[in-house]
């Protein structure tokens, strides 16, 4: 069983930054095709944020680009999104999720990130 562990989020004020970690435990062995990270507001659609293949394609939704940056460790099973430039509209919770070549898609428990002053 593949388990998803989200670290790094937390309270920050805008213009801030932070660095969520996912780290796939105990299965690293598992080529992931995609990895990415999702955000879910309340009362809103969890929706993309970062994606990155494994050859190291991103994708970015509009409202991060020039602001976040996806990357990835092979070797770990890692996948890490670093924020910068943090307005409140991306208060969430987010999700990291990683897919494999045979189509099978994992996510984790979620970290919240909220921006406030």
């Known amino acids: 069983q593949v388990r998803l562990v989200e670290s790094g989020g937390g309270l920050v004020q805008p213009g801030g930054s932070l660095r969520l970690s996912c780290v796939a435990s105990?299965?690293?062995?598992?080529?992931?095709?995609?990895m990415g990270w999702y955000r879910q507001a309340p009362g809103k659609q969890r929706e993309l944020v970062a994606r990155?293949?494994?050859?190291?394609?991103?994708y970015y939704t509009d409202s991060v680009k020039g602001r976040f940056s996806i990357s990835r460790d092979h070797a770990m099973n890692t996948v890490n999104l670093q924020m910068n430039n943090l307005t409140p509209e991306d208060t969430a919770v987010y999700y990291c999720?990683?897919?494999?070549?045979?189509?099978?898609?994992?996510w984790g428990q979620g970290t919240q990130v909220t921006v406030s002053s």
């Open positions: 105990k299965n690293n062995r598992i080529a992931f095709a995609a």
């Open positions: 999720k990683a897919g494999t070549l045979g189509g099978d898609n994992f």
């Open positions: 990155i293949d494994r050859g190291g394609t991103t």
